[in-house]
C-alpha cells in the first residue's frame, strides 16, 4: 500500500511539473507543422498563404493558416493596423469579381487553425514566452540562420524569466491596438516567405517557455523561420 501511494505522488508531482515542458513543446511542434503546410498549400493552389498569429485578450495564443488572394494587396501600413475586433478573416477581407462582373467583398478563407494553451498567471501550467533579450537564448543563432533579430520591441520586467507577453517573445508580433498582439507571415506560390508585419525582415522568431514556477529554468525552445527560403528550424 505504501508503495503504491508513494508511486501516485510521484505520478501526480510529474503530471504537475511536466505540463508547462509538454505544451511548450506541443505548441512549438504544431506551429512548425502549420509553417510547413503553409507552404505547400501556396504552392499547390498558386495563391498566397499567410500564417497569423495572435494573443487574445484572455491571453491565449490562436494560429490561423489564412488563404488570401492579393485583390487588392495589404500595404505595410495596412498590415500594421489591422482590426481584429472580428477575427482575422474579416481583418483580411477582399474583393472578388463575380461572373457577372460584380465586385463583392468575401472574408479570407481560414485554411487551418491551432489553439495553443496560455495563461497570465505564474503558477499555473501553460505556455509562456522568453523575452528574446535573455541571456539564456545563444547568440547568434548557428548559422544559417545567423542574421535572424534576436530582440522585440517589447522588454519584459526580467528577461531572463517566462513572460505571459508574446511581444517579447516574438521578433515580427506588432500591438498597434493595444489589445491584441499579432504577426503574419507570408507564404508565396513560388515557395518564399516573407515577413509582414513588424521589422525583421531577414526572419521569424518566436521563443516558447513553460510557464511555471517550478519549470521556470527549463531551456526555452526557439522556432527560427528565415526568410525568404522559408526553413523552418526548432532550436
Same mark, same amino acid.
Given at each position: 500500500?505504501? $508503495?503504491?501511494?508513494?508511486?501516485?505522488?510521484?505520478?501526480?508531482?510529474?503530471?504537475?511539473?511536466?505540463?508547462?515542458?509538454?505544451?511548450?513543446?506541443?505548441?512549438?511542434?504544431? &506551429? +512548425?507543422?502549420? $509553417?510547413?503546410?503553409?507552404?505547400?498549400?501556396?504552392?499547390?493552389?498558386?495563391?498566397?498563404?499567410?500564417?497569423?498569429?495572435?494573443?487574445?485578450?484572455?491571453?491565449?495564443?490562436?494560429?490561423?493558416?489564412?488563404?488570401?488572394?492579393?485583390?487588392?494587396?495589404?500595404?505595410?501600413?495596412?498590415? %500594421?493596423?489591422?482590426?481584429?475586433?472580428?477575427?482575422?478573416?474579416?481583418?483580411?477581407?477582399?474583393?472578388?469579381?463575380?461572373?457577372?462582373?460584380?465586385?463583392?467583398?468575401?472574408?479570407?478563407?481560414?485554411?487551418?487553425?491551432?489553439?495553443?494553451?496560455?495563461?497570465?498567471?505564474?503558477?499555473?501550467?501553460?505556455? +509562456?514566452? &522568453?523575452?528574446?533579450?535573455?541571456?539564456? $537564448?545563444?547568440?547568434?543563432?548557428?548559422?544559417?540562420?545567423?542574421?535572424?533579430?534576436?530582440?522585440? %520591441?517589447?522588454?519584459?520586467?526580467?528577461?531572463?524569466?517566462?513572460? %505571459?507577453? &508574446?511581444?517579447? *517573445?516574438?521578433?515580427?508580433?506588432?500591438?498597434?491596438?493595444?489589445?491584441?498582439?499579432?504577426?503574419?507571415?507570408?507564404?508565396?506560390?513560388?515557395?518564399?516567405?516573407?515577413?509582414?508585419? *513588424?521589422?525583421?525582415?531577414?526572419?521569424?522568431?518566436?521563443?516558447?517557455?513553460?510557464?511555471?514556477?517550478?519549470?521556470?529554468?527549463?531551456?526555452?525552445?526557439?522556432?527560427?523561420?528565415?526568410?525568404?527560403?522559408?526553413?523552418?528550424? $526548432?532550436?
Amino acid at each position: 500500500m505504501v $508503495i503504491v501511494l508513494v508511486l501516485a505522488a510521484l505520478a501526480g508531482l510529474s503530471g504537475v511539473y511536466g505540463l508547462g515542458r509538454a505544451r511548450m513543446n506541443t505548441a512549438v511542434f504544431d &506551429l +512548425a507543422a502549420l $509553417i510547413s503546410r503553409g507552404q505547400l498549400r501556396a504552392m499547390s493552389r498558386g495563391a498566397p498563404h499567410y500564417l497569423f498569429i495572435h494573443q487574445t485578450a484572455d491571453g491565449r495564443l490562436r494560429v490561423q493558416l489564412i488563404e488570401r488572394p492579393d485583390s487588392p494587396a495589404l500595404s505595410p501600413a495596412q498590415w %500594421a493596423s489591422l482590426d481584429l475586433t472580428q477575427g482575422p478573416g474579416k481583418a483580411l477581407a477582399f474583393t472578388r469579381t463575380l461572373p457577372d462582373g460584380t465586385q463583392v467583398q468575401s472574408h479570407a478563407l481560414v485554411a487551418d487553425h491551432l489553439v495553443l494553451g496560455g495563461s497570465t498567471g505564474p503558477d499555473t501550467g501553460g505556455l +509562456a514566452f &522568453l523575452d528574446l533579450d535573455s541571456q539564456r $537564448i545563444q547568440r547568434p543563432l548557428p548559422a544559417p540562420f545567423s542574421a535572424l533579430a534576436l530582440s522585440t %520591441a517589447a522588454t519584459a520586467t526580467d528577461v531572463d524569466r517566462p513572460t %505571459a507577453d &508574446l511581444l517579447a *517573445g516574438c521578433n515580427f508580433c506588432i500591438n498597434p491596438s493595444g489589445s491584441e498582439p499579432y504577426g503574419a507571415l507570408r507564404f508565396n506560390p513560388d515557395g518564399t516567405l516573407e515577413v509582414v508585419t *513588424g521589422s525583421a525582415r531577414s526572419g521569424a522568431v518566436i521563443a516558447f517557455a513553460p510557464n511555471t514556477q517550478a519549470e521556470a529554468d527549463i531551456v526555452p525552445k526557439l522556432l527560427a523561420v528565415s526568410a525568404p527560403a522559408g526553413a523552418t528550424v $526548432i532550436f
